[in-house]
């Protein structure tokens, strides 16, 4: 327990938190309501709030925490390396070994063709590089006219003003008139809520097929780049048709475009290889990377530049104008490379294709027999469940989109286990150390969830 959460009980958290903290993606006003939940220690796959109730992390903080929370080794790296060097920066032809040891290490375990990385904070902040990135690359290409980059629509990239313009969220846009200009979306491969008409094989190919019909639109000579998620996160998730990556793959190397895999969410073990686009079998020119970077220990980001971006804007003769205070942070570093070297020591990444990938996955789409779920999915350990309101009609929704997601989270943390509600889909994206044991209790939650969420709608009468 921390200092606080033992001098002042949850109600007083509550109120001074309401007094003067502003959430992300908060309605404020509602929540100050409410009380925020104060969570106060962590271990293993479990979190601890200030009324001493343990709950099952199952979006692994946000998406980050893939070594589990309380692990004494990163933060022994981290105490050591702020005894040592707490900060310097990587500014005036300056560097420290930390930036250099990681660097090293995350060329290693990235695809062939990507040697190097660019250092930030975060994955938004990765996505702004790669915006200044690829059209600063196409600039000293001799082609100016090269600016255009196309995302798709409900992916996301981060909170930033080029994140949120390269994201394809609409509730986003709609805040600070956005998206800028230059950015171009597309469908998302989202068979469920926008194939149903046809079968998955063919909705793959028709959504990838987008891309080219885009290109031709634009004019190749204007676009610089397509930016994906090789899973889109936060927008459900979307888990793309087996045909949709192989047809991407084809446009892709067919045209003079650059490919931004956003690993953000997808790398560092989450689908059961290091990288999204290596589970997808594409070959990307960038990838942002943050999250399991550090397991979210400390906020590090970065960008993964392949051998062709790199040497075309490191060979100009002329600087990158760009970058961070904390661009390859000393002690950042030094919690990636613990983090690092626990996935590799406890093969973290081959346990998620091998081991507990598969045995949660076998148990999580059993819940799609559930009354309420219109489709199970998961790849790695990312899933999700579809509520609806009637499983003889899947195209048929909840009004009010989200409420009854709401509820059926609300459910969840009481009994034990976060899911994350986006739209009416519940999504899970546990820790890698998550134990068979623990997969049982996550599925018997999410079973239990279900039957709560599913009497709370008989007796509200959103259930006929």
Not at 43 to 56: A, C, M, T
Not at 291 to 299: D, E, H, Q, R, V
Not at 438 to 443: G, H, I, K, S
């Given at each position: ?137 196409w600039d000293k290409m001799g082609k100016p ?169 490191m060979n100009s003769g002329d600087d990158f ?131 709560d969420t599913y009497q709370t709608l008989k ?6």
């Amino acid at each position: 327990m921390t200092a606080h959460s033992n001098i002042y009980p949850t109600k007083a958290l509550q109120e001074i938190d309401a007094a003067h903290h502003w959430h992300p993606f908060s309605d404020m006003k509602s929540l100050n309501e409410e009380g925020s939940r104060i969570v106060t220690s962590a271990d293993g796959v479990w979190i601890s709030d200030s009324d001493g109730k343990k709950i099952l992390d199952g979006m692994a903080g946000l998406w980050c925490v893939q070594v589990g929370h309380g692990r004494k080794e990163i933060a022994d790296a981290v105490n050591r390396q702020m005894n040592e060097l707490a900060y310097y920066n990587t500014f005036f032809k300056t560097t420290h070994p930390p930036a250099i040891a990681l660097s090293e290490k995350l060329a290693k375990l990235a695809p062939d063709h990507i040697n190097t990385v660019f250092y930030c904070s975060s994955g938004s902040e990765a996505n702004d590089t790669v915006f200044r990135m690829v059209r600063t690359y196409w600039d000293k290409m001799g082609k100016p006219d090269k600016k255009v980059i196309i995302g798709r629509w409900n992916g996301y990239h981060g909170s930033t003003l080029a994140g949120t313009s390269l994201g394809g969220m609409k509730a986003m846009h709609a805040q600070g008139d956005l998206p800028v200009s230059g950015v171009h979306h597309i469908d998302q491969p989202y068979w469920f809520g926008e194939g149903q008409d046809m079968s998955p094989e063919e909705f793959g190919v028709l959504a990838a097929r987008k891309l080219e019909e885009a290109i031709d639109e634009i004019g190749e000579d204007k676009i610089a780049a397509f930016i994906a998620e090789p899973i889109q996160g936060a927008g459900g998730v979307i888990i793309p048709p087996a045909t949709y990556w192989p047809e991407m793959r084809r446009i892709l190397e067919e045209r003079d475009i650059l490919f931004v895999s956003d690993e953000v969410i997808c790398g560092f073990g989450r689908l059961g290889e290091w990288f999204g686009s290596t589970h997808f079998g594409v070959k990307p020119d960038l990838m942002p990377i943050a999250k399991g970077l550090t397991s979210g220990y400390l906020p590090m980001g970065g960008v993964l530049v392949s051998d062709r971006v790199a040497e075309g804007l490191m060979n100009s003769g002329d600087d990158f104008n760009h970058g961070y205070t904390y661009s390859g942070h000393p002690v950042c570093a030094a919690a990636a490379l613990a983090n690092l070297e626990i996935i590799e020591r406890e093969g973290l990444v081959e346990r998620v294709k091998n081991d507990i990938g598969p045995y949660l996955q076998e148990r999580w789409l059993r819940l799609g027999d559930h009354p309420l779920v219109g489709e199970a999915r998961m790849t790695g350990l990312m899933g999700a469940l579809e509520l609806v309101p009637d499983k003889t009609d899947l195209k048929k929704t909840f009004p009010d989109t989200g409420t009854v997601g709401t509820i059926c989270r609300d459910i969840s943390f009481q009994n034990s286990m976060v899911m994350r509600a986006v739209r009416d889909s519940m999504i899970i994206s546990p820790p890698l150390v998550l134990s068979h044991e623990e997969a049982d209790f996550l599925v018997e939650s999410a079973e239990k969830t279900l039957n709560d969420t599913y009497q709370t709608l008989k007796k509200d009468g959103r259930l006929g």
